[in-house]
């Protein structure tokens, strides 16, 4: 009922940007929490930065300053602006969401498939 699609990974040179985004698509009544996740090679996946509906956002200690999690609610569209990257910012990046449908107004969670950002130093 809710998919959740990533896009705008590349392959870029270190100290340089990104932007990633997230569209959220189907019968959506509403979205709750949206966040991003990486996950690197034989790492566990981690949260990246989260940003709720009523503006709190968070970010792990290692992309604060340089990264900056966005919301267009009215698109259902979230973005993360990754300035400054540094090669252990090479991940798979995934996008989740706390989506509520139409048909039940219930909360789920919700993963995209990922999109692979690499950074070469």
């Known amino acids: 009922q809710v998919q959740l699609v990533e896009s705008g990974g590349d392959l870029v040179q270190a100290g340089g940007s990104l932007r990633l985004s997230c569209a959220a698509s189907?019968?959506?009544?509403?979205?709750?929490?949206m966040g991003w996740y990486r996950q690197a090679p034989g790492k566990q996946r981690e949260l990246v930065a989260a940003?709720?509906?009523?503006?709190?956002?968070n970010y792990v200690d290692s992309v604060k300053g340089r990264f900056t999690i966005s919301r267009d609610n009215a698109k259902n569209t979230m973005y993360l602006h990754m300035n400054s990257l540094k090669p252990e910012d090479t991940a798979v990046y995934y996008c989740?969401?706390?989506?509520?449908?139409?048909?039940?107004?219930?909360?789920?969670?919700?993963w995209g498939q990922g999109t692979q950002v690499t950074v070469s130093s």
């Open positions: 989740n969401a706390d989506v509520a449908v139409y048909s039940d107004y219930i909360l789920r969670n919700y």
């Open positions: 189907g019968s959506i009544f509403s979205i709750n929490s």
């Open positions: 940003a709720t509906i009523g503006g709190s956002i």
